[in-house]
């Protein structure tokens, strides 16, 4: 099993669309978790991070579930400028790598 | 804060030769990554240093990868000889620590033909 996966994708959505993503970790002492955004021929950017209790930043939604190492990420009132490749990425703790998932691409369509 | 600032931009380079790609960390920031982009493997991390001493290095492809960094403010990932194979995006990035994620340098997308 991948450490970190995600929904293939691609996802298409019309603008004001809500969309989740969604993603899995394999290791339980995974400690901190974050989604990233790429967009297309540019480097990853933090997005934000995901905390236990769920957190919410604007449109844009993470949630944990530590048992089911699940992550999501919803993103309602999708707009044109929405549309990258978001990442999933965990971080295990007993050491300073990031895992990065293979990402997840959203297309929003006007 | 100008961030991580990567160099070259793009390289063109034939099968066989050195290629050198160059890193200038965030200043503060004491780890360092670099991590090799493809479409079919995603993001891979190759090594990384903490104040400039290697520590994981484990993800590095093979003996003609090799990374140093001489001082806090600069690193550099070369490829000695360079294979087709090795065309990708290379990212530099680096951080506080990994519970607060790294910043990513522009990158360095490179062909080797």
């Known amino acids: 099993r991948k450490e970190v996966e995600q929904d293939p994708g691609p996802f298409n959505v019309p603008e004001g669309a809500t969309v989740a993503f969604n993603c899995t970790y394999s290791n339980s002492a995974s400690q901190s978790f974050f989604w990233y955004r790429q967009d297309c021929r540019k480097e990853p950017k933090l997005l934000m991070s995901v905390y236990s209790s769920g957190n919410e930043d604007g449109r844009f939604t993470a949630q944990l579930n530590r048992a089911s190492q699940y992550i999501s990420l919803l993103i309602r009132d999708s707009k044109l400028s929405d549309s990258a490749t978001y990442l999933c990425v965990v971080h295990k703790g007993s050491n300073y790598k990031l895992t990065f998932g293979k990402g997840t691409l959203l297309t929003v369509n006007p | ?113």
């Open chain 2, 1 to 113: 804060d100008a961030g991580v600032i990567q160099s070259p931009r793009h390289e063109v380079t034939e099968m066989g030769q050195e290629v050198t790609l160059r890193c200038k960390p965030i200043s503060g920031h004491d780890y360092l990554f670099w991590y090799r982009q493809t479409m079919m493997r995603g993001l891979e991390l190759l090594i990384y240093f903490n104040n400039n001493v290697p520590i994981d290095d484990s993800g590095m492809p093979e003996d003609r990868f090799s990374a140093k960094m001489p001082n806090a403010s600069f690193s550099t990932l070369k490829i000695q000889p360079s294979e087709p194979r090795d065309s990708a995006v290379y990212f530099c990035a680096s951080s506080t620590g990994a519970n607060y994620g790294y910043t990513f340098g522009s990158g360095t997308r490179l062909t080797v033909v």
